[in-house]
C-alpha cells in the first residue's frame, strides 16, 4: 500500500550520483527529481546521465519535482516538462497552482486558472501522463476547499494531488485535508516538521502512522529533507520511514 522514496531536493547540494548511492544503502528505491537542480528540464545530456545512474543504483524514478507554475510559468512550457519526465521514466509530474493563497484571487482571476489547469489536464491526458498539485502554502490549494474545488473543476484523471502535512496546523486538520483529497493524491512528501522547526521522524511515528492510515489505495511516502540538512542522516530516517510504513 505504501512504498518508502526520497525527494531529490532534501540534498540540493549533492550530485545525483551520491543521493542515489546513499538511497541504495539506505534501501530506498523511489525517486523525486527537482527540475531546479538535480535535473533541469532543458539539459537532456544530464537527464540521460541520471538514467544511467538510476540503472546502476537499482532505483526507479517515481515522478517529476518540477517548479512549474499553473497561472505563473507559461503554459507552452509545459510540454518540456512532460518530456522531461518520461526521460526519467515517469508519467507523474508534480506542479504548483498560483503563487498566493485561495481567498486572494478575485473570481476573474479563479476563472483563468481554472481555464488554465483544464488545458493543462487536457495536454496531460494526451501526453499519457499525470500532473499533480502541490498541497502548499501560499497556493491556490492551500486549503482543502480550495483544492477539492480545483480537482471538480478540473475533473481530470490526469489532475490529481500530492500531500504534505501542514507544520502550523493540527493533526486533526492535516487529516480532514487527507479525508478529503485522498481520492485524487497520489504520493506523499514525509517530514516531521513543528512550525519552522524541524525534528526526526521518530518523534511522529504515531503522527504518520495516523496520516497513513487516513488514505486509501497505494502511495509512495517519499521522505523530503532532513532534521539536519545532512545526507548522513538519510539512513536513519529511512528506517523510520520503513518502520512507520511496516505499522501501518
Known sequence: MFEAGLVSVSFRQESPERILREMA??????????????????????????????????????SYGTYFCLCVTPLEELPKYISAAKILGTTVLRLWVGDKSPWLWTEEEKTHLFEQCR??????????????MECH???????KEASLELMKAVSSPAFLMYW??????T?????????????????????????????????????WQAYLRAFSGDHKVLLEFMPDDRIESLQHEGEILKQIIAGV
Open 25 to 62: 544503502t539506505a534501501g530506498l528505491k523511489y525517486i523525486e527529481w527537482g527540475s531546479d537542480v538535480h535535473a533541469p528540464h532543458a539539459d537532456l545530456e544530464r537527464l540521460q546521465e541520471i538514467v544511467k545512474l538510476q540503472e546502476h543504483y537499482g532505483i526507479t524514478c517515481c
Open 119 to 132: 488545458q493543462a489536464a487536457q495536454m496531460a491526458e494526451q501526453a499519457g501522463v499525470a500532473l499533480c
Open 137 to 143: 502554502s501560499n497556493t491556490f490549494t492551500e486549503t
Open 164 to 169: 504534505q502535512p501542514y507544520s502550523t496546523k
Open 171 to 207: 493533526q486533526d486538520e492535516n487529516i480532514a485535508y487527507i479525508r478529503a483529497l485522498r481520492d485524487y493524491t497520489t504520493h506523499i512528501h514525509s517530514f516531521y516538521w513543528k512550525g519552522k522547526d524541524k525534528y526526526t521522524l521518530a518523534g511522529g511515528i504515531e503522527e
